[in-house]
């Protein structure tokens, strides 16, 4: 990203573009470009409080549905921008859950990028929440590209990029998924998927409600 903003901001400023329509366009890169590498450096972030044990801050009592608008509206721009029609499907009642809301969102807003940018020609997604015996489930799906299962043994390490992601050239760095795991970990959680090639994937992200949290602390 820094590269690419560099040379589009040095042909603006040099005058080598000065057609209104490419100038737009340079200013979209610009700020694309501008957004990648915010989010990583917001991971880069994330990566070093992990190591230093701190994936999960102060916890708070959190509202599921909270979350799921509260991470949707964090990735509005970039689902508008790529014309993905998004469902919501949210049980009730819901038990709350505990746990850094900050964390947290970030965790959902990183499968609803995934979902976003994987989700292939259906520009379609379904964020769902629903409460499993103990735990409070939130679930990205899409009908995207799907995930081999050569693959789907190793999404979850850091820096790790799926065969189909390379050969479409789809932008990333490899942090997200390892970031979800390692969130979804220190809330005393899990996160899993199932996903077939070309049928599209389901990220699940399983917390336990706040009642059997404050049992088992």
Known sequence: PVSVIGAAAGNLADGVVGDPQRVRKYGETIQGEARRLGETVERVLQLAGIAAGKAAAA?????????????????????EHAGVTVDVSIADPLPSVAGDAT???????????NAVKYGGDAKWLRVSVRREREHVLFSVEDRGLGISAEDRAHIFEPFYRGREAVSQQIQGSGLGLYLVMRIAEAHGGRVTVTSEPGQGSTFTIALPDRKSTRLNS
């Open 59 to 79: 916890r708070t009592t959190i509202r599921p549905s909270d979350l799921v608008d509260e991470s949707l509206s964090g990735c509005r721009s970039e689902i």
């Open 103 to 113: 964390a947290l969102r970030s965790a959902i807003q990183n499968l609803i990028s």
